[in-house]
């Protein structure tokens, strides 16, 4: 790393509270290191309070740009000069480019939601999805899936400060897109079960599996996976195997994901808008999984 780091180096940011934990700065800095490029990616304790000083030293310094997470990424949106189209759908923001003191946000949770599936040889595109969640990841995924070409998604949610949004993102979909969405509340239980049977992925972007709700899931019965073919797939990357994930190995389902495949290549999609080059994918799963 120091022999990296010359008069040259370019910085790039994680703005977020809290962070500490996060795997970005050794998934960024060994990729930087991999290809030779001339760029340090660095961890900020940032809170809604400190944002707008923060986004204005991405200006003064110049920096190359930043990944933003919890509770920046709405907060953040009218400090930027501009948004791309499916980023001002999604209405928040995980990654930040400063183009000679344009800053524009994008977010690549959903391209890495997608592209995790591309890794695996499956293409959900023309199919159906049963989503449960409409927050940050789950707005994400659905935009970005509607937008990649997915035909149908029945999002479920509870009937939370969440709902309002769920609904944003059904109409926001129906309206921009040619995918038909619906929404569904997660009390429902019949309505999930047949919603979950009859598309070819489900996936869950609630959180429910993850500490402090890491013994929980949202579907209990293995028997509501009745095709060995369909897709399950768990935002949640820890622990690595969340009980939604035994639930469908439970049932036969050949295709159980976690969340790491998808953090990768958000991560792989804010490095490529930041230096344009891809990044080494394959390296760096071997470094953090
Ligand atoms: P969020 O707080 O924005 O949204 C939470 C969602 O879960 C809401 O829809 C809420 O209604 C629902 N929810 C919460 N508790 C619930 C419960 N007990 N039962 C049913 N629904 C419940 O959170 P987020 O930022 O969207 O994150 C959601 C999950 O996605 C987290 O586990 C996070 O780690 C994961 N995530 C993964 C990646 C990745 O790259 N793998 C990226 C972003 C988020």
Redesign the pocket.
Known sequence: MTERIDGHTLLIGLMAYPIRHSMSPTMHNNAFAKLGLNYAYLAFEITNETLPSAVQAIRTLDMRGSNIS?PNKQKIIPLLDKLDPATEMIGAVNTVVNDHGTLTGYTT?GI?FMKSLDDEGLDIRGHKMTL????????AIAVQAALDGVKEISIF??R????D??KRNVDIINEKTDCKATLHD?ADQDDYKAEIQSSYIYAD??????NP?QD?T?VTDPAWFNNPDQIVFD???APRTTELMKVAEKAGVKHVFN??G??LE?GAAAFKLWTGKEMPVDYIRQILF
């Open positions: 919890m949770d890495g449960a969640g409409a927050g940050g990841a789950g707005t949610n509870r939370d400060e969440f709902w949004n769920a997660l972007a609630t959180g429910v599996g993850m709700l929980q949202l935002t949640v990357y969340g790491l998808m953090m958000q």
